[in-house]
């Protein structure tokens, strides 16, 4: 059998290296534009801000040793410039001499990976404007700031790449500033926990331009919609990829929904024989079942495995993804899995959410505050999604998070995950269970939560609405929620009688826990309508508090 695979990143690698783990005797031929495969595309802004060291670092494979260790035949420099189902042929052209040539195959793998997405704008193919894909990039990138010494950087978009590289340029002393033409850095973050990362960031010294878009780039500096001129002797074009699909698309193979390749659970495409892995293909969300397009390394790894264990005969399938992802800016960690509550309202869910502060160890041993924002559905109280910021034991959380929402864990199943626990790990109750807790109260016990934008709407609407401080007087008078009135949780008790029972109560304290004993006091007196805010005055001044 002969399989032919485009493409030597981190799919087609993974699936040439599968099928000769199933199959010997297979001729595999892999064909690559570039002269770089098996690389690490996510450890690039670390080679640029110098934790990386040798650019060998994260090209550690070349096709000498997929040759002498798998027996497959890596060509690099090849151009495929189309695919012929009808008769299984390749038209193929090496790049350096020009000649064309036709390949045969019994099984075609197509991981084509996708490009950086270069906006339109005047200036952006100027010497100091650069994206960051491939391994050639980020040479050309580093080599630029070697020789130029630039003190100043406008990063367009504020993606996971768009931040490791503001924070690693910092190291190498230039100045950045981020763009975003949303109204909140990272995108896939709903905007209450957003605004977690971009007070870190403005506190590490980067300039946020959110709600703006660039119309000119130049050696010196970038152009915004509203005038403003940022400077910026290096910009970076950090504005997303699209999944490379123009051979698929041209010999029939079907696209999705989300424009990139359509395969099924064995990564086979619309044409019998043709698979499809990577960053090129969209998948089926574990969640809503509905088909998404998230490009991640680790996807790409495992769908290739797949690809090349089916087209020799293997039985893996894929079964879903959650999106789970995770990236480190100036020492601050930041996760998510699964849904933001943003999409799970568009998917048609009723979520509950909640912000659970608590930290990550023991506080005694130097635990430090986690931000967990879970998301559940009303209905069957199952976990849709969390998003997670903090500086340490942000992994170990979104990762239990993500595995009990892989197996249809309801919030309240949280609470019974039996987690390792000594102090300099933990806390007796993890914020993992902690976070099903708080779920669980809100969807079964009768402890409803509120959000800042909730109470905000609630406040505006006219209806009767008591808002209760549960602090103590200092704490009330350093800040608090407009409106308020301080009744500290040991002196509760005594106040009821002059608290009005009709209408909405609103109860909170620093972070959600006295808030909560205040709320439950409440309910316990006869109070119809009682709710917690949500991570407490903390969260809400995060939201409302344009800088701290």
């Avoid at 990362?197 to 130049?218: D, N």
């Avoid at 099903?436 to 509120?450: E, H």
């Avoid at 007087?473 to 350093?478: G, L, N, R, T």
Wanted: glycine fraction near 10%; hydrophobic fraction near 40%; proline fraction near 5%.
């Amino acid at each position: 059998m002969r399989i032919l695979i485009i493409g030597a990143v981190a799919a087609g690698t993974s699936a040439a290296a599968k099928a000769r783990r199933n199959d010997d005797a297979a001729e595999i031929v892999v064909y690559e534009r570039d002269r770089f495969i098996s690389y690490s595309a996510c450890g690039m802004p670390y080679f640029l801000g110098g934790e990386v060291k040798r650019i060998e670092d994260l090209t550690p494979r070349d096709a000498a040793f997929f040759k002498s260790k798998y027996r497959v035949d890596m060509r690099l420099g090849h151009e495929v410039l189309s695919i012929h189902p009808e008769r299984k042929t390749l038209a193929v052209k090496k790049i350096e001499t020009g000649e064309s040539f036709e390949d045969r195959w019994d099984r075609l793998i197509i991981a084509s990976g996708a490009t950086a997405v270069k906006p339109p704008i005047p200036g952006a193919d100027g010497e100091s404007a650069f994206t960051l894909r491939t391994i050639n990039d980020v040479i050309r990138v580093n080599d630029w700031i070697t020789e130029k010494k630039p003190k100043t950087a406008a990063i367009v978009g504020t993606g996971f790449i768009g931040l490791e590289v503001a924070e690693n340029l910092a190291k190498r002393g230039v100045s950045c500033a981020l763009i975003e033409k949303l109204d909140q850095v990272t995108p896939g973050l709903d905007p209450d926990m957003a605004i977690h990362v971009r007070r870190h960031l403005e506190k590490s010294g980067v300039a946020v331009h959110t709600g703006a878009t660039v119309t000119a780039i130049s050696g010196e500096s970038v152009t915004l919609a509203d005038g403003t001129s940022v400077p910026a002797e290096l910009t970076l074009l950090a504005t997303g990829v699209r999944p490379n699909v123009s051979l698929a698309k041209a010999c029939g193979v079907k696209l999705g929904a989300t424009g990139a390749i359509a395969v099924n659970e064995r990564m086979e495409t619309s044409i019998p024989d043709v698979y499809a892995c990577g960053d090129c293909v969209e998948h089926t969300h574990l969640v809503t079942k509905k088909p998404v397009w998230r490009p991640l390394g680790s996807t790409a790894n495992k769908t290739g495995r797949i690809a090349g264990d089916q087209a020799t005969g293997g039985p893996l399938e894929y079964r879903g993804t959650l999106g789970t992802g995770i990236f480190s800016v100036f020492g601050l960690a930041v996760a998510q899995t699964g849904l933001s509550e943003r999409d799970a309202r568009n998917a048609g869910f009723d979520p509950v959410v909640c912000h659970n502060i608590k930290p990550d160890r023991s506080e005694y041993l130097g635990g430090k505050e986690l931000i967990i924002k879970g998301i559940a559905d009303r209905a069957t109280g199952k976990m849709l999604g969390a998003q997670i910021v903090g500086e340490q034991g942000v992994d170990k959380r979104v990762d239990v998070i993500a595995t009990a929402i892989t197996f249809g864990a309801k919030a309240e199943d949280l609470f019974h995950l039996d987690l390792a626990y000594a102090p300099p790990f933990s806390t007796t109750k993890d914020p993992v269970m902690y976070t099903g807790m708080i779920l669980d109260n809100a969807i079964n016990r009768g402890r409803p939560l509120i959000t800042a934008s909730a109470l905000d709407d609630l406040a505006a609407s006219g209806e009767s609405l008591t808002v209760i401080d549960a602090r103590d007087p200092k704490q009330f008078d350093a800040g608090h929620v407009p409106g308020a009135q301080n009744l500290p949780h040991e002196t509760l008790r005594d106040a009821i009688a002059r608290l009005p029972r009709g209408g909405a109560v609103v109860t909170y304290c620093n972070k959600g826990t006295t808030g909560n004993a205040a709320q439950n006091i409440l309910l316990n007196a006869g109070f119809a309508r009682v709710y917690n805010l949500s991570g407490g005055f903390t969260q809400y001044k995060k939201e409302r508090v344009p800088k701290e």
